[in-house]
């Protein structure tokens, strides 16, 4: 069997039980899927501003988050890993602050920010940007010891011993957290859009659910699952290109 359709034989066949039973259940709170894709294609393509000002703002909101979040967790990753010193000062500050739940500081940036894109942009940054921080501190400890001696016997200067030796060791753990904070932001941004606003794909998704509009209110969960698997492929995507000189396991070869 084709490999494409061998990995989308089980989803394939989860829509389709799902399309049966909704269609004996004739239940309005679960729709089933070929009314979900008209009531999507009614609410974007038919009414494509709909699109232009929930759709596109919630993925800008998302990418500059994760974007800003990613260049915070590197830089200071990178620089806290390479320092056990500057580690035992601010690791207990690190976890304090990660173990806060970023909804729960949804409230704190309303004030500091309003309502508005800085509020959004401030909890979607707060939250991911610790999976990259800390992959980023692990992968700069983890450069091999006969590497750190050959560049202290050559000199060779400290920004090409970073942007040379520490950044390609750590990449790996680098990309690892920035997959887990890619997720995450989807359901930072979703959240953030909840409270004081009135545009994005969370506000849509609580306006439908008030108007007992469930059809559409599933339509915008979808929308998010096929963001969340684009999004993840294309940053798979980029990971394969950038570390193609890495030897990959069998799983990944066949892949």
């Not at 016997?153 to 920004?159: A, E, L, Q, T």
């Not at 040379?164 to 887990?180: D, E, N």
Request: hydrophobic share 50%; aromatic share 10%.
């Amino acid at each position: 069997m084709n490999r494409f359709l061998q990995r989308w034989t089980v989803f394939a066949g989860l829509v389709a039980v799902w399309q049966v039973l909704g269609w004996l259940a004739d239940d309005p709170f679960f729709p089933p899927p070929s009314e979900i894709l008209t009531a999507a294609y009614e609410w974007w393509v038919v009414e494509p501003e709909n699109f232009t000002e929930h759709v596109v703002p919630s993925v800008t909101r998302l990418l500059s988050g994760w974007a800003i979040a990613s260049v915070i967790g590197v830089s200071l990753g990178l620089l806290l890993g390479r320092s056990d010193r500057a580690m035992e000062y601010a690791g207990p500050l690190l976890v304090f602050l990660r173990s806060i739940p970023p909804p729960a500081l949804v409230p704190v940036f309303l004030l500091l920010f309003k309502a508005g894109t800085s509020m959004q942009l401030a909890t979607i940054v707060f939250g991911v940007v610790w999976p990259v921080l800390l992959n980023s501190v692990d992968g700069a400890r983890s450069v091999d010891v006969t590497k750190v001696d050959t560049s202290a016997v050559f000199r060779i200067p400290r920004w090409q011993w970073v942007l040379g030796v520490v950044l390609p060791a750590a990449s790996p753990k680098i990309f690892a957290g920035l997959r887990v904070s890619l997720s995450l932001s989807l359901v930072l941004m979703v959240i953030s859009e909840l409270v004081g606003t009135d545009n994005g794909i969370g506000s849509q998704l609580m306006q439908a659910q008030r108007e007992f509009d469930y059809t559409r209110m599933w339509a915008g969960i979808v929308l998010l699952g096929v963001l969340g698997y684009g999004l993840n492929t294309a940053l798979l995507a980029v990971e394969r290109r950038a570390l193609a000189w890495q030897p990959r396991s069998r799983d990944e070869q066949h892949a």
